[in-house]
């Protein structure tokens, strides 16, 4: 189906220099009782059509905070955006009047949770979920939605979806019901889907099949898709670039491969050498030591100090930019050269 | 689905007994005779005296008095007051006034209690949440019997926007006397209704929704709505039960001849067989407003199903 462009927004086409989605300069902050959270401080990254961008990091991170910034789904209060924008397709998402914006969401930009079974509503039968799309933002009869519904559940590759049409969420298993989750999120070909931990919740060899799902139907729509995970073994095979995120922000930025070649940030470091191998069974596995920050009291200069193997004087008192280390690397380390030496090493 | 209601209704049978027995139980412990009671302060005919309590059974052992009455109830006979009246008839005129009264507060709550923890929920934290909080807990904590009399007075007597008394002015008669019974009733709906909603609105499928672009109508209306009904509608179905039983003291205030008032002058009279009635038929309708509750939990939420 084609869109039909009714917002202020440019349709699909060509774009310039200016990329899909942009996240600039982000700032997300939380008024509490205990006082202000700052959870995104200053995230920046970019996307563009067909490109897989995973952003990584522990929870607590920013990395869904984001993500619910650039949907706008952020309860406000009790958060609030001081700074930053979300540009797509180089129109900025956050000074959008709500009407143009709710064109955008869920018709253009699309999410999926981490949890299907809550992130369904129980009541609701899963076909009417699905084809509620057509009906509000399409007009469709209930025919044709239904239809439709049928249909997309037949693309997720639901087995029997249209006798399945009439059921409820319970009455799917982990993996079919994020496959009913993605079968709504992509109802309308959205150019960008957000995925926000789209297989924590499933079987080891679930995951591998959603992950696989997801890959196939980006690649048939050409649509940009942020991919939000803690697991790095989740990325390695279907991501294009990294961001990898702590402490609300942006650590290190780089293509896939480099990053798995050779970090150049201490955590990104940490991560990669706390996951499990098989030629080093019987070791003690690596963890990075030490909690992740408390955002409510941030430690000085560097966030990642206190836990940090290479820490020097000067990370406790400077905050390090994020240092362009290369044409499509960057990372918020001083001694980023070292980190990277010790990893060819 | 069937097979789950034929067997609630199977087990409402020993429901039934209990409460039947232990009100007859209670009427029987209770101090004084009954046909002394009758007789009032006129002088009694000794003879008379004799043969009213062979006909009455009243000089048997209380389970056999019980038993009398048990086999009676089940050829659907609930047996006669001490004048002769049979109690189905008395029961007949009262009940409806009873049922008109009690699905008037009914109503009122539904309506009243839901619109206003809406209104609440929706403006979650605000002034007029607040405002909303306040009022409810002052309904709460006046007794029937002020807001009763206070409303009878004010409404009724001075501004005369509402019949004083009586149920002579058809429908209008119930609009106060409903609102006075469902008052407390309202408060709580209002409260277990703000509750419902917020609790809600915080739930994963509403940010689903929320991030499937629906208009904020289509999200509060019908995903998170259909939701936070779900508890309401136990509480209201079982609330039907409570105002039934609750009229005594709005029908007293308001002079309506309902089953508040008879059950009243009925234990008074140590009138057996009219207490039991009321009591037995109270029982039922209280058994069949859950059962109807337990379906339309089916209903309302598909998780839940009946074997």
């Known amino acids: ?18 990329p899909l989605l942009a996240v600039d300069d982000l700032h997300v902050e939380f008024v509490t009782r205990q006082g202000v959270v700052k959870a995104v401080n200053g995230v920046s990254y970019s996307l563009n059509p067909g490109e897989t961008l995973a952003v990584l990091g522990e929870s607590g991170s920013g ?35 709500e009407d143009a914006r709710s064109q955008v969401r869920g018709q253009r930009v699309a999410m999926i949770f981490q949890d299907a079974l809550s992130a369904l509503n129980p ?22 939605a239904e239809k439709k519904a049928v249909e997309l559940m037949d693309r997720v590759r639901i087995p029997g979806a249209r006798q399945r049409v009439h059921d409820y969420p319970h009455q799917f298993s982990g993996g079919m019901r994020q496959r009913i989750m993605i079968a709504m999120s992509i109802a309308l070909d959205p150019e960008v889907l957000i995925a ?82 098989v030629d080093q069974k019987g070791q003690e596995l690596y963890a ?23 820490r020097q004087d000067n990370c406790v008192t400077e905050a390090p930019p994020l240092y362009e280390i290369g044409p499509t690397r960057s990372s918020a380390c001083h001694y980023w050269r070292e980190v990277l030496d010790g990893s060819h090493g | 689905m069937s097979r789950y209601i034929i067997r609630r209704l199977i087990q409402a ?57 048990l086999v ?80 009878q007075l004010l409404l009724g007597v001075k501004v005369g926007l509402f019949p004083v008394a009586g149920v002579t002015d058809g429908w209008r ?23 419902s909603l917020v609790e809600t609105l915080r739930a994963d499928y509403i940010r689903t929704a929320v991030a499937k672009g629906l208009p904020r109508r289509r999200v509060v209306g019908r995903h998170a709505l259909r939701n936070a009904l779900i508890p309401l509608i136990t509480y209201l179905g079982a609330d039907l039960g409570t105002l039934m039983g609750g009229a005594v003291i709005t029908e007293t205030i308001f002079n309506l001849p309902g089953i508040g008032q008879q059950l009243f002058s009925s234990v008074y009279l140590r009138e057996q067989s009219v207490v039991v009635g009321i009591v037995t038929v109270l029982v039922l309708i209280y058994i069949l407003a859950n059962l109807i509750v337990d379906l339309l939990y089916a209903v309302l939420d598909p998780r839940i199903r009946y074997e």
Request: net charge neutral.
């Open chain 1, 1 to 18: 189906m084609k869109k039909t462009s009714t917002s202020v927004l440019p349709a699909g086409g060509a774009l310039g220099d200016e």
């Open chain 1, 63 to 97: 990395k869904s905070v984001t993500a619910q910034a650039i949907m706008g789904i952020l309860d406000m209060p009790p958060a609030r955006i001081p700074r930053g924008e979300v540009r797509f397709r180089g129109t900025d998402l956050l000074r959008l009047p």
């Open chain 1, 123 to 144: 009541v609701f039968t899963v076909g009417s979920q699905i084809g509620e799309m057509f009906r509000v933002h399409r007009g469709a009869s209930r025919r044709d």
């Open chain 1, 196 to 277: 926000d931990e789209p297989t924590t919740a499933l079987d080891v060899t679930v995951q591998a099949q959603i992950m696989e799902l997801l890959a196939e139907l980006q690649r048939e729509s050409n649509m940009g898709l942020i991919l939000i995970t803690h697991d790095l073994g989740v990325v390695a095979d279907v991501a294009d670039k990294i961001a990898v995120m702590y402490g609300g922000r942006i650590v290190e930025n780089a293509l896939v491969h480099d990053i798995y070649r050779a970090p150049a940030h201490p955590y990104t470091k940490g991560l990669l050498d706390s996951i499990p191998r």
């Open chain 1, 288 to 310: 990075i030591k030490g909690m992740p920050p408390n955002l409510l009291a941030m430690p000085s200069g560097c966030a990642f100090h206190p836990r940090c193997p290479y």
């Open chain 2, 13 to 69: 049978i020993p429901v039934l007994l209990g409460a039947t027995l232990l009100i007859y139980a209670i009427v029987f412990a209770l101090p004084g005779d009954p046909i002394a009671a009758l007789m009032g302060e006129k002088r009694m005919d000794p003879n008379l005296v004799t043969i009213m309590r062979e006909q009455y059974h009243l000089n048997d052992p209380f389970l056999v008095q019980y038993w009398y009455y």
């Open chain 2, 72 to 151: 009676g109830l089940f050829g659907g006979d609930f047996g006669t007051t001490f004048a002769g009246v049979p109690v189905t008839d008395i029961m007949a005129g009262k009940f409806q006034v009873t049922i008109n009264l009690a699905m008037t507060a009914l109503v009122m709550e539904a309506v009243i209690g839901v619109g206003l923890g809406l209104y609440a929920a929706l403006r979650h934290g605000r002034a007029q949440d607040s405002m909303v909080l306040a009022s409810t807990l002052v309904l709460i904590s006046i007794p029937t019997l002020v807001t009763g009399f206070v409303l």
């Open chain 2, 173 to 195: 008669s119930y609009l106060l006397p409903g609102f006075v019974l469902a008052g407390t009733s309202i408060a709580y709906l209002t409260r277990l209704t703000r509750t």
